[in-house]
């Protein structure tokens, strides 16, 4: 089983740029595909983008290329966020998540590793 703790929300303005990390712990961690849903209240939670475990070109919602870039460190079982430009939109709490693979994380969220969530709030 694979525990996730994500760290770094937190209140910026728009514009802004923020990171959060995720820091996976259990057996097979570094062997997963990793990756970010954010959720707003009254929505539901959506998908921001997620990581192979080998690492490669991540895969990101629309609303967030050029903007968010995910990264991961098999050694420290480490995977961050960094999102820029940061607009009231992008509010949300922000959960690290761990499957199979990309596809898996992205189709069938539900069967996957969960963290607790950070909230990350964006004022105008």
């Known amino acids: 089983q694979v525990q996730l703790e994500e760290s770094g929300g937190g209140l910026v303005q728009a514009g802004d740029s923020l990171t959060l990390s995720c820091v996976a712990s259990g057996r097979t961690a570094s062997r997963s595909a990793m990756g970010w849903f954010r959720q707003t209240p009254g929505k539901e939670r959506e998908f921001v983008g997620a990581?192979?475990?080998?690492?490669?070109?991540?895969l990101y919602r629309d609303s967030v290329k050029g903007r968010f870039t995910i990264s991961r460190d098999n050694a420290k079982n480490t995977m961050t966020l960094q999102m820029t430009n940061l607009r009231p939109e992008d509010t949300g709490v922000y959960y690290c998540a761990g499957q199979a693979s990309v596809q898996a994380l992205r189709l069938y969220p539900a069967t996957a590793y969960w963290g607790r969530g950070t909230l990350v709030t964006v004022s105008s």
């Open positions: 990581i192979g475990w080998q690492g490669g070109s991540p």
